[in-house]
């Protein structure tokens, strides 16, 4: 990885970046540490590598040629962290030989790790019992799509062309969700025209941080993370690296665990 790259990544994200106010000026420390260390890219997609949190979209070309470039390079390992479905993650970025951490890491997969959370089959009865009631209810809407993708339910009404019929979808998709909801098993993550319910369990980012770490330590020496973040829930995966990797926050921060 070259002092080039790092511009050329720092360049391409939207919004200031903080935590690491100049990655540019840290460049002579972060290849000191590569001497000797792999290096593990973790990057959130929300915020980061899709612009706004709530439009997702597809990889900007220039983004799509780093990670590819950064993808062929020894030592070098790219992860992908979002609250996405695995297969709408994967739709997105379309790169292979990444490493994808689906709902927020519930499910990840790479070329030498396949881990799915044990909550994530327990509660897939409870989702197809939902995806049953939501298909009864919305039968009328034009434009629905309703998805269960693994573990996690997906509901989008991007073709949904009246706006009207869409709000009323999002409020009746509301009231079959909310009594799951309400008993703490699932959570809704709302996107513009979509949402994904996903199953409530004691995780975050800064664990799958640190079940990265764990599968590409050696004997010899811990990765270097890189991690880059956007929102609050990327806080905890500050505070894993804190004081042995390095944290940049996407965005406006009053304060953060970055740095």
Not at 174 to 191: S, T
């Amino acid at each position: 990885m070259t002092c080039q790259e790092v511009n050329c990544a720092a360049g391409k994200l939207e919004g200031v970046v903080y935590g690491i106010k100049d990655p540019i000026a840290e460049w002579p420390r972060i290849k000191r540490e590569l001497r000797t260390r792999p290096l593990l890219l973790l990057i959130n997609y929300e915020g980061v590598l899709a612009p706004t949190p709530s439009v997702l979209s597809s990889l900007d070309y220039d983004l799509r040629e780093l990670l590819l470039s950064l993808r062929s390079k020894p030592g070098v390992t790219v992860g992908i962290i979002s609250g996405l479905g695995l297969s709408s993650l994967q739709n997105l970025v379309r790169i292979n030989g990444l490493y994808y951490a689906s709902r927020y890491g519930l499910e990840i997969r790479g070329p030498e790790m396949e881990f799915v959370h044990p909550v994530c089959t327990q509660g897939s009865l409870e989702l197809q019992t939902m995806k049953s009631a939501l298909e009864e209810r919305l039968r009328g809407v034009s434009g629905i799509a309703i998805e269960e993708q693994g573990f996690s339910l997906s509901l989008s009404y991007q073709q949904v062309v009246d706006n009207s019929q869409k709000e009323a979808a999002r409020d009746i998709a509301g009231a079959v969700i909310q009594p799951y909801v309400n008993a703490g098993k699932f959570r809704i993550v709302e996107w513009k025209d979509s949402m994904e319910i996903i199953p409530i369990v004691n995780w975050d980012k800064g664990r799958v941080v640190k079940m990265f770490e764990n599968l590409f330590s050696s004997r010899k020496s811990l990765p270097l993370t890189i991690y880059l973040g956007a929102d609050y829930s990327d806080e905890e995966a500050f505070r894993n690296i804190k004081g042995k990797g390095i944290g940049i926050v996407v965005g406006r921060r009053n304060t953060t665990a970055a740095g």
